[in-house]
């Protein structure tokens, strides 16, 4: 499209930065959130600022008593004149700009030579040509008494000599040269432009500014797009010279497609199509691009029918993918709470719990308080994940909505995982009671448990673990979002042709799904373990379970049950993600029901 396809015509220096003593910096054009059709190539050069940046000894003199100055003297006047007279090509700020003289420290040795020289301060309107710099020459011996007179004919005969240098002078950008203005740029999303910081191109190691700067973009001109031969015109039914209004129309239409999707003519078919290229290197072709599958639309405003609908739909997804892991969750506290040496591994703990300690029926003990406690769970995190999404989005606006969807989903969801975490944690509690002690709750009676619990611990114990499992859920959230999204955006930019058919978009959320949780189980572990032992027995707190880590020493003690806590996050978000979207079709919160579809074609042809 038009608008999509747009092309860098120029860069703008907003900050020149300084240090640039040697090379000028590399220019860099990144967009993060798409890959353009043809990558755009500039190059930076560099002007004096008329400042020094460093003197490098050429002479280091000999006989100095006492430490030189090095004395600098303006010997022109600067104006336009005289500028263009010694061939500095300088700009009206430039010449504006005072004579100071750099401030340095001079390095002397005990044998009277300089051995080198700091710039203190840079000076300024040092430009070349129209100043001059020397060191002072050494002094001869003053006669201080009789003594001195008889060395008189010996001092004529020691050798004196100044110290001379060249000066390092500072450079900062001029202007940044568009080499190659590149295709496929889109205005609606950032693109990033990075010089090289001085001390990356050989220039100042210290005290340099890196340079910054910004993109101008130009959209192509109409007569510069791929257009039919006249024969193909009659046989299609093209429009010769269209009007000044089917321009705009057709501009603000193309507009709407993405940045990935170009215009082909296929001259078998004697139509153009807009087609996106697969990284298994056929073209996908659709009527309007992607975006052509999905009307354009707005969030709809969510009350309480549709709430309840999305809370149900994430009860019932949480709830059945949690339940069905029960198992895999009891052998992972089952690690994490038994004594040290009690289980090697995943597969040993497995084993003696199905041989010694109740057998199958010990792998559903935490079923009830873990089932409930999901869906509670699930009801108020997807569902006040939704309205906080839609809230901040009318916070920030449509055009950082657009941009950063993502940030803002994330930040919504750990909202809403907190609140949700404070409503199902005596439910978790109380599961990690009643899989650590198999006669907590009898016959896996989750209401016995609860009783006993606040029997015997008040109903403080329900929260007593509240800060590691807050730190274990917002981590864990932070992680699948975040995963989830990259990997899926990751596929669907290299296989477009996936998103065109259901079963290949639900493995896509599957495979990310995985990758998502087991990332998420990683970052989230050392909160659930901390989170278990807290709970692991009748007076333990938060406190007493990280008194016990440290004075046991043995810090990968924190590690404990992250096998199959692996296995269990990579299928929990896998699960969550598939059933969720069934499960929204099921309590009519599809998309439709919850957004405004706007008729585009309508709308542009009502405002011209």
Known sequence: CRADNSSVSEIKVKDRGCGYTKFAPEVRINTPDYKPVQKAEAYATLRSNGKVAGIKLTEPGIGYAKVPKIVFNRTVELNAVTAARLGLDLDEDQLKIPFKAPTTEVM?????????????????????????WSFERPEPLQKISNVTEALEEDEKNIERRAAEGVITFDNEVDKIIVRNPGKGYSPAFPINVTLQ?????????????????TVVLVKPKFDKDPVPTLAEEEQLNFVPR?????????????SLIESSVGLKFERGDKRFRFVETSALGFNVSTSFGPRGRIPVSKDDKIGLPQFTRIGIAGAVCAAIAHGSLVPLDTVKLKLQTAPPGKYDNILDASIKVLRDEGGLKTFVNGFQPETLGSAIYGFFSFGGTEILRRTATDLVGPVVALQYP???????SCFASAIAAVISCPFQAVKVRMVA?????????????FQRMLREDGW???FGGIAPFLLKDITFVLSKFSVFDIVSKAIYFSYPEFREDITLTLAVSLVSGIVAG???????????????????KSGATVVTAWNDYISAGDYLAVLSGLSPRLLYGGLLIALQFVIYDYCRVLFHVSPGELNVFLDVVAGIAKSS
């Open 197 to 213: 910081a001085p001390e990356e191109c050989d220039g100042l190691p210290t005290g340099g500014e890196r340079a910054l700067a």
């Open 437 to 449: 002690d198999e006669d907590y709750g009898p016959g896996a009676n989750m209401i016995g448990a």
């Open 242 to 254: 269209p009007s000044a209004e089917l321009q705009a129309v057709d501009k603000d239409v193309t």
């Open 460 to 462: 403080t114990a329900y």
């Open 406 to 412: 993502v940030p803002i989903l994330i930040v919504s």
């Open 518 to 536: 087991t990332c998420a189980a990683i970052t989230s572990h050392p909160g659930d373990y901390l989170f278990a032992k807290a709970n692991q």
């Open 108 to 132: 002397l040795d005990q044998n009277g030579v300089v051995t080198g020289v700091r710039v203190v301060k840079p000076g300024s309107g040092l430009w070349e040509g129209t100043f001059q």
